[in-house]
């Protein structure tokens, strides 16, 4: 899953499929190899409205004009490497079992239930759960259901929600509760981080 302002880097050679909701618009630039120096291993980088609207317009470009083609995409080559990585991914598993928790807790992210009771949910000891989460996902359970908070609030909050839907949305017990989590993983609450993404723009 990837959050709002952010864009997915996938090196060369890396197998790879996308799956996008009905309403969602997507952009595929394609990078020569060895063209500009980007990250080894898969990402998600933050994109500036600088960069989204390069992309934009060279993925819109359907004219002759060669010469300002060039020069877009050279800008965007230069920028692209600025940009930062963000501790924003979702890694999701074809493992069937953690499909059925993953698709559970995308359709209710509210649902608070433990790795306990989906280990019974799923017919498996809680201590084989964990394990396979993290050998399918790199994350602990708690970190994975935390991430998929974050972009879930990420795109709640910048459709225009308040931090309290967001987080009555998401079942925290107290608006408190979420803005701690969003800090701590994000480094600022919520209304700053918005305010950051409106000032860089």
């Known amino acids: ?24 618009r997507l952009f595929f630039v394609y990078i020569e190899p060895d063209i500009v120096d980007l990250p080894g291993r898969c990402c ?6 600088l960069l989204r609207e390069l992309i934009v317009e060279l993925c819109d470009q359907v004219g002759d004009d060669l010469a300002r083609v060039d020069l877009l995409a050279s800008v965007l080559l230069r920028e692209l490497p600025r940009m930062p990585v963000q501790q924003l991914h979702l890694p999701l598993s074809s493992e069937p079992r953690l ?3 993953a698709a ?11 790795l306990a009771e989906w280990s019974k949910r799923v017919a498996l000891s809680e201590s084989s759960l964990a394990r396979l989460v993290v050998r399918e996902t790199g994350l602990s359970f708690g970190r994975w259901r935390q991430q998929l908070h974050l972009i879930v609030a990420l795109r709640e ?7 309290q839907q967001v987080s009555a949305d998401l ?8 803005i701690t989590m969003f800090k701590k993983a994000l480094g600022k609450p919520p209304a700053k981080y918005l305010n950051s993404i409106v000032r860089d723009a």
Not at 171 to 178: L, R
């Open 1 to 24: 899953m990837v959050p709002p302002h952010c864009a997915v880097w996938i090196p060369g050679g890396m197998q790879h499929s996308n799956l996008a909701t009905e309403n969602a």
């Open 44 to 49: 998600t980088l933050s994109i500036s409205p």
């Open 99 to 101: 499909k059925r928790i």
């Open 104 to 114: 559970a807790l995308a359709k209710d992210p509210s649902d608070r239930r433990t």
């Open 157 to 163: 909050l910048t459709a225009g929600a308040s931090v």
């Open 171 to 178: 079942g925290y017990e107290s608006v408190a509760a979420f």
